[in-house]
């Protein structure tokens, strides 16, 4: 019975901060602005191209940002895994992460920004001073930079949890530093990797902070359209719409990433 009483607490926050909003957001959703019942909003947006365009610079730009973060994170993550003081070089990596989310995109602004750091340095090298802020490219740099610890992590443990004496074996059957690598250590980290790949393509994938402040606007993503609808155009029928399909979408990816049984 005690046990129970324990659970209480983590039930309720359940029920209040997460079945609660999704049932108003799909409530919501089939509402239009003057209140009355429709299909319209889900209508509107499977048939509008302008609503399918941003859903595929969602898809797109998390699949990039997921992909330049795995890239990085990987290798780092197998360095880390060789060092004396990886503990302490791991903690180094998620320090960034206890600094607020809008305090480093300002922080980028003036680095990347006209007379920033990189372009004092550029003018410098006799390189001019080419517009760095408000681009795919510095979006995308911001955001896999943000995202790295969140991959690194999970690969980071998979690697660690990796038994040497497979590593061994391989060697001692003839295999070569790659074989050894593709056959054994990389098929065995992959829970690390999908456990990194959910942990930063499903945030990508509904961004919209990092949209306006790096990305000038010239970024489009369903995550600035929600912003966009419950902000400013105060169309919340179909900003629910919109964080409904951004939630099934994310459930889709859970199911296709999630760990795979070893049996």
Do not use: C
């Amino acid at each position: 019975m005690t046990k129970k009483l324990f659970a209480i607490p983590y039930f309720l926050w359940l029920i209040l901060f997460v079945i609660a909003p999704l049932v108003f957001l799909i409530w919501q959703s089939f509402f239009d602005v003057s209140a009355h019942a429709t299909l319209a909003n889900y209508t509107t947006y499977f048939t509008g191209t302008t609503y399918l365009l941003m859903t595929w610079n969602s898809i797109l730009y998390a699949l990039i940002i997921t992909l330049v973060t795995l890239i990085i994170s990987y290798p780092t993550a197998y360095v880390l895994t060789k060092l004396k003081a990886k503990q302490l070089w791991l903690m180094l990596i998620i320090l960034p992460t206890w600094v607020n989310l809008l305090l480093k995109a300002y922080a980028f602004i003036g680095i990347f920004g006209k007379y920033g750091s990189v372009d004092n340095f550029l003018s410098f090298i006799g390189l001019g001073r080419p517009q760095l802020l408000f681009t795919d490219a510095s979006f995308i740099f911001v955001a896999a930079y943000i995202s790295l610890p969140f991959m690194i992590l999970p690969i980071f443990n998979a690697l660690e949890e990796l038994d040497n004496n497979l590593i061994h074996a391989s060697r001692d059957l003839g295999a070569n530093t790659l074989q050894t690598f593709t056959r054994v250590i990389f098929p065995l980290s992959l829970n690390g990797v999908r456990a990194g790949v959910q942990a930063v393509f499903i945030p990508s994938l509904s961004l919209f902070m990092l949209t306006r402040l790096i990305g000038g606007n010239k970024v489009i993503t369903l995550g600035t359209a929600v912003e966009e609808h419950f902000l400013t155009t105060q169309n919340w029928g179909m900003g629910s719409t919109i964080a409904v399909i951004l939630v099934v979408a994310m459930v889709l990816v859970m199911l296709v990433t999630r760990e795979r049984s070893s049996l």
